[in-house]
């Protein structure tokens, strides 16, 4: 018998295999129980007030037609580099400083964060906002490039977290990269992976609704890894590497 709890997504002409129907797999839930659940996670969105140092950045983001990584992924990211005592972190996509101004509030006064972008104008808001934050720029090293390149010149276990918030296309990439310079117990952290909603409709078949769908089950697969879906923001797939 079917447990009517669940409702998995109608087939398609692609059939689904076992992994992507695990991904797809949504709780079927009464209307106003699904009102309330949102209610929720709205409340949850909301729980951290940015102050002015983050809502300035979000603004110059929407100036300049930057995608800013939403303010409960904001929160999580102070609260991952805090816990893990992160002292050296990966920044995949600079953006306008957001992600930026996050995880240093929560990495030590000794840390350093790499932040990597391709466009050099994007950096420039996020030192702005390091700045109005009181960081030094000693704190961060910025490196304007693609990140595909960057990334194969930095150590291999050298890091405690790394944050992926680049070319969508490309997570499963980053992903690799990612477990290579991480230490054990280090966390990768990846942004916008339910993508509004729409990766877990398999009837859409865009290039971002298939990476990220193969990005997910890459790290649900991983042995090496435990994962942890966060329904914040657009969703935030995090991951530590397991003792090896």
Do not use: K
Request: proline residues 5%; hydrophobic residues 45%; contains cysteine.
């Amino acid at each position: 018998m079917e447990d009517p709890s669940v409702e998995v997504a109608p087939d398609t002409d692609e059939p689904a295999d076992d992994d992507e129907a695990a991904v797809t797999v949504t709780l079927a839930e009464p209307a106003a129980e699904a009102g309330a659940t949102e209610q929720l996670r709205a409340r949850a969105e909301r729980f951290g007030d940015e102050d002015e140092v983050l809502i300035a950045a979000r603004e110059r983001a929407a100036e300049h037609g930057i995608v800013p990584i939403g303010p409960g992924a904001c929160a999580a990211l102070t609260f991952l580099a805090s816990a893990t005592r992160a002292r050296h972190v990966v920044e995949l996509g600079t953006g306008a400083g957001l992600g930026t101004v996050s995880l240093l509030r929560g990495m030590p006064r000794e840390g350093l964060l790499t932040s990597i972008d391709c466009e050099a104008a994007h950096q420039g808001l996020a030192r702005r906002a390091c700045v109005d934050a009181g960081f030094p720029a000693g704190r961060v090293r910025m490196i304007t490039g693609r990140a595909l390149e960057v990334l194969p010149r930095l150590s291999d276990g050298g890091y405690d977290l790394v944050l992926v918030d680049a070319l969508t296309v490309e997570y499963r990439r980053y992903l690799e990269e990612a477990v290579r310079l991480l230490r054990p117990g280090g966390v990768v952290a990846l942004d916008n992976v339910l993508w509004t909603g729409r990766v877990t409709d398999t009837t859409r078949r865009e290039a971002i609704s298939s990476a990220l769908r193969e990005t997910v089950r890459a790290v649900r697969g991983d042995e090496r890894l435990a994962p942890l879906l966060l329904p914040v923001s657009d969703g935030l797939l995090c991951a530590s590497v397991l003792p090896r």
